[in-house]
């Protein structure tokens, strides 16, 4: 079974710094790969996704993120973090089966804090 | 652009109660789904629909059911509340195609039961 985890439940760094927040997935086949962002009192917002091609995806608000299959791991990088990226952060995979309805098996969340 | 909406913000119920949640999405999207988010569990899929009247459960059903009679709305019904259901429940809606789904979601309800 498909399954996704985030290793970081919580995560600090100072504004201006640099931030990787970390997913690791466990798929058989090339999984189609979604981070989403969750701003305090808010739905879910996408921030990118990858389905196949260049291993490096690039999102909305400077994010982009690095699939590698060695690693099963979709690794979501900013270089330079702003207060306003204060927010909890979903990793996510596809889940792929006969009924091909389109669920999506997320990770726990990291919530990531900005100091300023 | 896409847009989920959910009838309440912030809800107060009794233990015991019949809640009903509602989602309205605007794209004409086949599915939809239902979630409940709570701290350090992520995301938990309680019920999806591909299609009018069509329904399949998630991996946490217990307690809940859905309803969808129109392509556009998706209610999850609480048949009778109980404290262990204070959460944050979270609707999205996405198109039927071959995979490749994103999900769209609305801003969510955070629902209290005393």
């Known amino acids: 079974a498909q399954s996704v985890t985030q290793p970081d439940i919580h995560i600090t760094v100072s504004e201006g710094a640099s931030l990787e927040l970390r997913c690791n997935y466990s798929y058989g086949a090339t999984p189609y790969l979604f981070w989403y962002v969750q701003s305090p009192g808010q739905g879910l917002q996408l921030l990118l996704k990858?389905?196949?091609?260049?291993?490096l995806v690039q999102g909305i608000k400077g994010f982009e993120a690095e699939f590698k299959r060695s690693q099963s791991s979709f690794n979501l990088r900013k270089p330079s973090v702003h207060w306003s990226d204060a927010a909890e952060y979903f990793c996510?995979?596809?889940?792929?089966?006969?009924?091909?309805?389109?669920?999506?098996?997320f990770g726990q969340g990291t919530t990531l804090q900005v100091k300023p | 652009d896409v847009k989920v909406t959910q009838s309440s913000r912030y809800l107060v119920k009794r233990t015991g109660e019949k809640v009903f949640l509602e989602c309205v999405q605007d794209?004409?999207?086949?599915?939809m789904f239902w979630y409940r988010q709570d701290p350090g569990l992520g995301l938990r899929l309680i019920y999806f629909?591909?299609?009018?009247?069509?329904?399949e459960k998630g991996d946490i059903p217990e307690g809940y059911s859905v309803s969808r009679e129109k392509k556009e709305r998706f209610s999850l019904i609480l048949e009778s509340a109980s404290t262990n259901q204070t959460s944050m429940y979270l609707c999205?809606?996405?198109?039927?195609?071959?995979?490749?789904?994103?999900?769209?979601f609305g801003p969510g309800t955070r629902l209290t039961v005393l």
């Open positions: 996510a995979v596809e889940a792929r089966g006969s009924s091909n309805t389109g669920k999506l098996i």
């Open positions: 794209m004409d999207h086949e599915n």
């Open positions: 999205a809606s996405s198109p039927w195609t071959s995979g490749r789904n994103e999900q769209f």
């Open positions: 629909s591909y299609d009018v009247k069509m329904k």
């Open positions: 990858y389905f196949s091609g260049d291993t």
